[in-house]
């Protein structure tokens, strides 16, 4: 039998008040090696499962539903669907795990928190420099996990190119649901064709984890409210927003594999040359065929990503 994983939940807040965010466990739970995999935008924790399944033996895998989407709550105002926020409900969970070690996947979204929590650590870091006493700033996480043990960046990076992003809202607020789970396979199959070929069972297997049934129709996951803060942005929120990640991407002092697809019209193969300039200890791989973003379902997307992060362990 496939291995199956644990549902559990934290307490976070936001200035809205407090939410529960879910999280999926696979592997010992005694293990202090964490493996924090984020998913994208519109998707939840259990996009990981294969990877999850062959990773399990190394890691405690966690693989959380970001708040809005799959199990977790939603949160009461929508204007606080933002990285910020979600870096501040990894910290949570971070709290929660304490890991020895943290090595972080993070598909667009997820890899964005993963460098909003990077930016947070350096600046934590910065600040007990300048005054190490106890108790001069946190002391809630163990200072190892502070910092990534390897960091992999599924096709996204400091720079977003805007076609992507425009064609990711417009679909992010529309409401779909359908009455039978063959229609929502083909919509999926439409709306996340740049996700490159799969096979009918894994388009199925895709689906499942994007809709859930209620009153008897397949309905979205996730809380339509995402798009709120999306239909916010301009010109000067982005300029300002990649000029932080930059940042924290340039902040980075661990291995970092990033991932492209080939067709991505969001990571462009110029930022993902500038990356690999800005950072020494970096390597990225390619998949052909895929777009935005590759779904680490095969084996041939698994076992890179597996043999870069088992590479620590020996």
Same mark, same amino acid.
């Given at each position: 039998?496939?291995?199956?994983?644990?549902?559990?939940?934290?307490?976070?807040?936001?200035?809205?008040?407090?939410?529960?965010?879910?999280?999926?466990?696979?592997?010992?739970?005694?293990?202090?090696?964490?493996?924090?995999?984020?998913?994208?935008?519109?998707?939840?924790?259990?996009?990981?499962?294969?990877?999850?399944?062959?990773?399990?033996?190394?890691?405690?895998?966690?693989?959380?539903?970001?708040?809005?989407?799959?199990?977790?709550?939603?949160?009461?105002?929508?204007?606080?669907?933002?990285?910020?926020?979600?870096?501040?409900?990894?910290?949570?969970?971070?709290?929660?795990?304490?890991?020895?070690?943290?090595?972080?996947?993070?598909?667009?979204?997820?890899?964005?928190?993963?460098?909003?929590?990077?930016?947070? #650590? +350096?600046?934590? &870091?910065? $600040? =007990? /420099?300048?005054?190490? *006493?106890?108790? %001069?700033?946190?002391?809630?996480?163990?200072?190892?996990?502070?910092?990534?043990?390897?960091?992999?960046?599924?096709?996204?990076?400091?720079?977003?190119?805007?076609?992507?992003?425009?064609?990711?809202?417009?679909?992010?607020?529309?409401?779909?649901?359908?009455?039978?789970?063959?229609?929502?396979?083909?919509?999926?199959?439409?709306?996340?064709?740049?996700?490159?070929?799969?096979?009918?069972?894994?388009?199925?297997?895709?689906?499942?984890?994007?809709?859930?049934?209620?009153?008897?129709?397949?309905?979205?996951?996730?809380?339509?409210?995402?798009?709120?803060?999306?239909?916010?942005?301009?010109?000067?929120?982005?300029?300002?927003?990649?000029?932080?990640?930059?940042?924290?991407?340039?902040?980075?002092?661990?291995?970092?594999?990033?991932?492209?697809?080939?067709?991505?019209?969001?990571?462009? #193969? +110029?930022?993902? &040359?500038? $990356? =690999? /300039?800005?950072?020494? *200890?970096?390597? %990225?791989?390619?998949?052909?065929?895929?777009?935005?973003?590759?779904?680490?379902?095969?084996?041939?997307?698994?076992?890179?990503?597996?043999?870069?992060?088992?590479?620590?362990?020996?």
């Amino acid at each position: 039998m496939p291995l199956q994983p644990r549902l559990d939940y934290v307490t976070c807040a936001s200035p809205a008040g407090l939410h529960r965010m879910a999280y999926w466990e696979w592997g010992d739970p005694g293990n202090d090696r964490v493996l924090l995999c984020v998913h994208g935008l519109t998707r939840a924790g259990r996009d990981f499962d294969e990877l999850a399944q062959h990773m399990a033996g190394d890691f405690r895998v966690v693989c959380p539903d970001v708040v809005g989407r799959g199990a977790s709550d939603w949160l009461l105002n929508p204007s606080f669907y933002t990285v910020p926020q979600y870096v501040a409900d990894m910290t949570t969970l971070l709290a929660r795990l304490r890991p020895a070690t943290l090595d972080w996947v993070g598909t667009s979204m997820g890899g964005l928190i993963g460098l909003g929590l990077a930016g947070t #650590a +350096a600046m934590t &870091a910065a $600040m =007990r /420099a300048a005054d190490p *006493r106890p108790g %001069a700033c946190s002391q809630d996480l163990p200072r190892q996990a502070l910092r990534f043990n390897r960091l992999v960046l599924n096709d996204v990076g400091p720079r977003l190119e805007a076609p992507a992003l425009m064609r990711i809202g417009a679909y992010v607020g529309q409401p779909a649901a359908f009455a039978t789970l063959a229609e929502a396979v083909q919509a999926t199959r439409q709306t996340a064709a740049t996700f490159g070929p799969h096979t009918s069972e894994q388009w199925e297997t895709f689906t499942r984890r994007a809709y859930r049934q209620q009153e008897g129709r397949w309905v979205k996951h996730y809380d339509q409210g995402l798009a709120v803060p999306l239909a916010g942005q301009n010109a000067e929120s982005y300029a300002a927003g990649e000029k932080v990640l930059w940042q924290a991407y340039d902040a980075l002092d661990c291995p970092v594999l990033i991932l492209r697809g080939a067709e991505s019209d969001l990571l462009s #193969a +110029a930022t993902l &040359a500038e $990356m =690999r /300039a800005r950072n020494t *200890r970096s390597t %990225a791989i390619e998949f052909a065929g895929v777009g935005h973003a590759p779904t680490l379902m095969t084996p041939e997307q698994i076992e890179p990503v597996a043999a870069f992060l088992r590479s620590s362990l020996k």
